[in-house]
């Protein structure tokens, strides 16, 4: 049986972190084994926001090597980086004509960067989309494990891909985002001030690379309260952040513990122990990290290898890429 295809990228922006993890990389590592599965690196798209290179290489490295200290098996996946693929950039070109500026002026992407960075909205910003939309359609892929952030982009790819059927010829099968949970997860920022994120506070942010004891500060600081006013209260989103992270690396005793302290807590009678629960998150927390961390700093170390297998991602992606790009060539130009 055809095994359907899967595809996602990560920008090479900053260190991964555990939004990264929950919300991308450990629906990887589960694809895997089930999945016809291209994973990449996606230098071309940090272009549009962070146009100075000068430790782009080495970010690009850190990516590949924590991807595959959490859990990626390049002997069953893909693993490669954006521009070892020319195909894509090919594609990115024909898709530009079927998309309108109007609806990429639109997006909330465009908007935010539009905002953020106003002295550099350029072209490849607006175009961000077509180029994600290429980087799908070019293994013509029907799954796209990402966090729900991504969902606009996903709409978007599958209108570029609609319309290049409607003109061309049906090439392109219909890509949707993915997550396991069904519910696409996300990780709140420990401050409690939106996602967790590779360029927000960094405080408040838990990388993969971080050593044990800045793991115990940041969650020590984590944002909590004074407590519920009554038992059974909804839990404020930095509250149910924490126990959100607990679900993922504490056991389910622990979680249950603290879980059935908050729905017992009152004003005036407070059960749960913020201090405690974070204090057990910590150090369950520096459990998990500890040997993706240190598998990924062996990897780096071992540039020889890395390189290996960066070429041969690069291998197997353009053998996928330049089938597509044939078909589409002559679908466009005859
Ligand atoms: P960042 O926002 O930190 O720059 P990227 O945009 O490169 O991260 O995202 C890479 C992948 O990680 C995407 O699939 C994205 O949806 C996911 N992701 C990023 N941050 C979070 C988060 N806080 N919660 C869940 N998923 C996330
Ligand atoms: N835009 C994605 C992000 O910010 C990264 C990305 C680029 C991507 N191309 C992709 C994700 C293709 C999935 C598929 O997270």
Redesign the pocket.
């Known amino acids: 049986m055809n095994k359907e295809t899967v595809l ?7 260190f ?10 450990r629906n990887y590592v589960k694809m895997q084994d089930e999945y016809n599965c291209y994973f990449f690196v ?1 230098n071309w ?1 940090s272009l549009t926001t962070h146009p100075d290179t000068k430790e782009l290489r080495q970010a690009v490295n850190r990516v590949i090597a924590e991807n595959i200290a959490c859990g990626l098996d390049t002997e069953k996946v893909v693993l490669y980086v954006q521009s070892d693929v020319p195909e894509i950039a090919e594609l990115y070109l024909y898709l530009n004509m079927l998309a309108y500026k109007g609806e990429l002026e639109k997006t909330t992407t465009f908007k935010d960067k539009a905002r953020t960075q106003p002295d550099n909205v350029n072209a490849g910003l607006l175009t961000y989309p077509v180029l994600q939309a290429a980087d799908i359609l070019i293994h013509r892929a029907v799954k796209v ?6 969902e606009q982009n996903l709409e978007m790819a599958r209108n570029f891909a609609q319309r290049f059927n409607h003109r061309y010829g049906e090439i392109f099968p219909m890509p949707f985002a993915f997550n396991y949970g069904g519910e ?6 420990l401050d409690g001030n939106g ?6 506070n960094q405080l408040a ?1 838990l990388y993969l690379a971080d050593d044990d004891e800045t793991i115990r500060k940041k969650i020590l600081k984590a944002k909590t309260d004074a407590g519920p006013d009554v038992p059974n209260s909804i839990k404020p989103d930095y509250i149910e952040n924490l126990f959100t992270l607990m679900q993922h690396v504490s056991s389910a005793d622990t979680v249950k513990k603290f879980n059935d302290d908050f729905n017992n807590s009152s004003s005036g009678n407070c059960v749960i122990r913020y201090g405690d629960m974070k204090k057990q998150l910590a150090e369950d927390m520096i459990k998990f990290i500890q040997p993706i961390r240190e598998k990924a700093t062996e990897l780096q170390r071992n540039t020889g290898l890395l390189n290996k297998i960066i070429a041969q991602g690069a291998d197997k992606a353009r053998s996928s890429a330049s089938a597509t790009i044939q078909l589409v060539r002559k679908a466009v130009l005859g």
């Open positions: 996602s990228g990560i920008r090479p922006t900053g991964l972190h555990l939004g990264n993890y929950f919300g991308a990389m996606a798209h494990p990402v966090g729900k952030d991504q696409l997860v996300k990780i709140l920022s996602k967790m994120s590779k360029s927000e942010t």
